[in-house]
Nanobody, 119 residues
């Protein structure tokens, strides 16, 4: 079994910064893509940022230049540094990872962490 545990989040003023972290544990043989989805109230879940094991990154246009995703492959951890936060960044942020566990590839999700940006 594989678990993803998130930390960080909370309430921050507009223009402020927050750092989210995600740690994967369990029967992990390899992790390819890791990323962060977010879901704002009344909206669909969207991919905010993702990073491959080789370090290639993707950012949704609305966060480019403000968010930075990083990972430590040796520790199976990932972080999202969020700067210049805006009210529209308010959402539940979910960590996910595509994991090879016991010779099977599967996607795993964290429980979600709330980020609230106050104006």
């Amino acid at each position: 079994q594989v678990q993803l545990v998130e930390s960080g989040g909370g309430v921050v003023q507009a223009g402020g910064s927050v750092r989210l972290s995600c740690a994967a544990s369990g029967s992990i043989m390899s992790i390819t893509t890791m990323g962060w989805y977010r879901q704002a109230p009344g909206k669909q879940r969207e991919l905010a940022a993702q990073i491959t094991s080789g370090g290639s990154t993707f950012y949704v246009d609305s966060v480019k230049g403000r968010f930075t995703i990083s990972r430590d492959n040796a520790k199976n951890t990932m972080s999202l540094q969020m700067n210049g936060l805006k009210s529209e960044d308010t959402a539940v942020y979910y960590c996910y990872a595509r994991v090879l566990s016991r010779l099977n590839w599967s996607e795993y999700w964290g429980q979600g962490t709330q980020v609230t940006v106050s104006s």
